[in-house]
């Protein structure tokens, strides 16, 4: 079964790092682009980052900018969110997602990792 998992997420104290991981099972990754979505309590799905299949990276968040970064082993399969300097705000629930299109139909979700960023 082709699929995409997250994992990496957890409770972090204000001002920490996590890396997530996104790897990819079943299938190439190398030919996707692949993106990170957050969904806040409350708030709708919002894109922050994404890698081309190149390794081209687009910040859709001013929110994360200077803080998160995103990078990609093909090797492995794997995509990581690297997230610095986290705040409250940043809690929520991550995704990770594939497209060889555009972001208007990934080809594939991950199921989420939970960040929660409290004191």
């Known amino acids: 079964q082709s699929q995409l998992v997250e994992s990496g997420g957890g409770l972090v104290q204000p001002g920490g790092s996590l890396k997530l991981s996104c790897a990819a099972s079943g299938f190439t990754l190398d030919a996707y682009a692949v993106g990170w979505f957050r969904q806040a309590p409350g708030k709708e799905r919002e894109e922050i980052l994404c890698?081309?299949?190149?390794?081209?990276?687009?910040n859709y968040a001013d929110s994360v900018k200077d803080r998160f970064t995103i990078s990609r082993d093909n090797a492995k399969r794997t995509v990581h969110l690297h997230m610095n300097s986290l705040k409250p705000e940043d809690t929520g629930v991550y995704y990770c997602?594939?497209?060889?299109?555009?972001?208007?139909?990934?080809?594939?979700w991950g199921q989420g990792t939970q960040v929660t960023v409290s004191a």
């Open positions: 997602a594939a497209t060889r299109t555009d972001w208007s139909r990934p080809a594939y």
């Open positions: 890698i081309s299949s190149s390794g081209y990276i687009k």
